[in-house]
């Protein structure tokens, strides 16, 4: 009889729940493609540009820029689920809102040093083994990456330079001088 009961109340139970269980399932489902989509474009992306040979850089800020992109997809897949069972999502956004910008006031000079990597990328100012100068120091570029970019100078010394500093001043790449 008490097994009777149970099959019963959960029965009651899948009936009146089974929208929000197979919307479960569906947004699982969503998650997990959407995932194996950008995991595929990432490491498409990721073999091109190594072929080509191109900025070590960038190729460090792929992971990080893909990390990103799932937490994106993860919260846009659950608001929207949420938002369909009749849940108000505007305090959910707005608080992800809020932290957002705590977290970019804190983290200023993180964010400063990786945008300011961007930057020099997409405006090619420079690449390893170039000759540079600028405010701070002047030499030989031997590393690129998100947080500075290290020069060997004249002397010998290393430099290490936060791109936020550099991507801010006047740079001289003397090895793309034309005679």
Known sequence: M????????FGNFTVQ???FIIGVVINILLIYVLFKLTDFFY???EKNMRMKNQNTALLNLLPVLMRIVKVIIVFVLVAGFLQSFGY???SLVAGFGITGLAVGFAAKETLGNVFGSISLLADKVYKIGEYVKFDGAEGTVESINLRSTTIRTFGGQ?????NNVIANEPITNYSLTKE
Not at 2 to 9: D, P, Q, R, S, T
Not at 158 to 162: F, L
């Open 2 to 9: 008490a097994n009777k009961e149970v099959l019963k109340i």
């Open 17 to 19: 729940h089974l929208n």
């Open 43 to 45: 490491h498409k992306l």
């Open 88 to 90: 108000n999502v505007t």
């Open 158 to 162: 290393m430099v290490n330079v936060p």
